[in-house]
């Protein structure tokens, strides 16, 4: 699988659904926590389809990658472990554009999607978390220094800057805010009305 040289291959990373989300514990059981993972990874992946992508999920198990077929999604499989891993697996397999982006971002719509993509027609992206993380990077030469995990973001800002070329840093509510704590869950909760309905289910 690969991008065409036009094209960016968009690769949304999803854990194991049996480890995924552990933090969210003390207010969300096991069960809850696989669909709700689910549900994020389908629909950012989605907001990018709507954005004129072709998304496909970098599936850490073969039951991740059982479920994004059955999603309808491509499955791009992830050899190597972690995030940086996966960074280094879908860089290996884009022909040219790349773009990774977080699954837990429950708050992404299609226009924040289609700002990332067009912001890549000329040059690298970089969208960072709200803890300091990097929830969307993206460029268009083969591969960089991968750092992903606490102050992130500033890592590859510099890597960027300092080895290609200045990114577009894209803030954005929706893409800003990735799901990882309870103390996350309740903002989203209360600013995204499918992730309310969702929850109220369990």
Known sequence: MSSTSNSPLVAIPVKAFG??????????????????????????ARMFAEAGAEPVILAADARVAGWARTTGF?????????????????????????????????LITSDDARIVLDALEA????SPARDGGTN??????PGMDFAYGPGSFHHHLRNLSDHVERPTVIVRIG????LDT???LVYAIE????????????
Not at 83 to 98: F, H, I, K
Not at 175 to 178: G, K, R, V
Request: no cysteine; aromatic share 4%; glycine share 6%.
């Open 175 to 178: 893409l800003a805010l990735d």
């Open 74 to 106: 491509e499955v791009l499989a992830q050899r190597r472990p972690g995030l940086n891993g996966a960074a280094l697996d879908l860089v290996e397999s884009a022909a040219g554009p790349w773009m990774m982006v977080h699954a837990d971002l429950p």
């Open 19 to 44: 480890v995924a989300k552990a933090r969210l514990a003390p207010r969300v059981s096991a069960p809850a926590r696989r669909v709700l993972g689910q549900a994020m990874a389908a629909r950012t």
């Open 191 to 202: 600013a995204s009305p499918w992730l309310r309905d969702l929850i109220a289910a369990f």
């Open 136 to 141: 969307v990077l993206g460029a268009r030469h």
């Open 123 to 126: 040059g690298p992206v970089i």
């Open 182 to 184: 309870p103390e996350d």
